[in-house]
T-cell receptor
Framework: NAGVMQNPRHLVRRRGQEARLRCSPM?????VYWYRQLPEEGLKFMVY????????ESGMPKERFSAEFPKEGPSILRIQQVVRGDSAAYFC??????????FGSGTRLTVV | DQQVKQNSPSLSVQEGRISILNCDYT??????FLWYKKYPAEGPTFLIS?????DKNEDGRFTVFLNKSAKHLSLHIVPSQPGDSAVYFC??????????????FGKGTLLTVNP
């Protein structure tokens, strides 16, 4: 029973490029959450998705960031035209309902 | 605006002694609190939680205490073991407010347990 799988584990992008972060939830989990951890900070909620639906995106920056959780395949967090301030660890979590979630190991994005 | 505060960035204790990690919150809508443990290069792992209707919850070596009037909670680890060395995050959510899925985290406390 694999846990929440995130890939890549490390991602380096130049300023202006696009970053795509993938998250495969645990088997049987239909709720996915994305959090961001900036250096020296706690995790901050970004978005909550169910299959094909965005439930709460109140923590997403208004521009350049988007998330999806299609009917088939992993959830994707997409960051367009990355800037140095986007460098952070991005964690995905999943749950079978609205609580009790399990986190993945994260993707560490470095923008150079 | 930090709604969950962990004022001690680090804590060092001897193996076998008690570790006490503290957390304060400001949002009175929070009614469910969790502690997570995080090793480097891994995701946070759930440790223990407490609802605001309780003032104590215990699970093995881990006990969480909640003081609602002071908006303060603490995690006690007894006895501490070297394998407990990690960053501990306090988190809160609002179940009654309908956003139990959204956790607000503190900045974490790095616990080091020395053999």
């Amino acid at each position: 029973n694999a846990g929440v799988m995130q890939n890549p584990r490390h991602l380096v992008r130049r300023r202006g490029q696009e970053a795509r972060l993938r998250c495969s939830p645990m088997k049987g989990h239909s709720h996915v959450y994305w959090y961001r951890q900036l250096p020296e900070e706690g995790l901050k909620f970004m978005v909550y998705l169910q299959k094909e639906n965005i439930i709460d995106e109140s923590g997403m920056p208004k521009e350049r960031f988007s998330a999806e959780f299609p009917k088939e395949g992993p959830s994707i967090l997409r960051i367009q035209q990355v800037v140095r301030g986007d460098s952070a660890a991005y964690f995905c979590a999943s749950s079978p309902n609205r609580d009790g979630y399990t986190f993945g190991s994260g993707t560490r994005l470095t923008v150079v | 605006d930090q709604q969950v505060k962990q004022n001690s960035p680090s804590l060092s204790v001897q193996e076998g002694r008690i570790s006490i990690l503290n957390c304060d919150y400001t949002n009175s809508m929070f009614d469910y609190f969790l502690w997570y443990k995080k090793y480097p290069a891994e995701g946070p792992t759930f440790l223990i939680s407490i609802s605001s209707i309780k003032d104590k919850n215990e699970d093995g070596r881990f006990t969480v205490f909640l003081n609602k009037s002071a908006k303060h909670l603490s995690l006690h680890i007894v006895p501490s073991q070297p394998g407990d060395s990690a960053v501990y995050f306090c988190a809160a959510s609002s179940v009654g407010g309908g956003s139990n899925y959204k956790l607000t985290f503190g900045k974490g406390t790095l616990l080091t347990v020395n053999p």
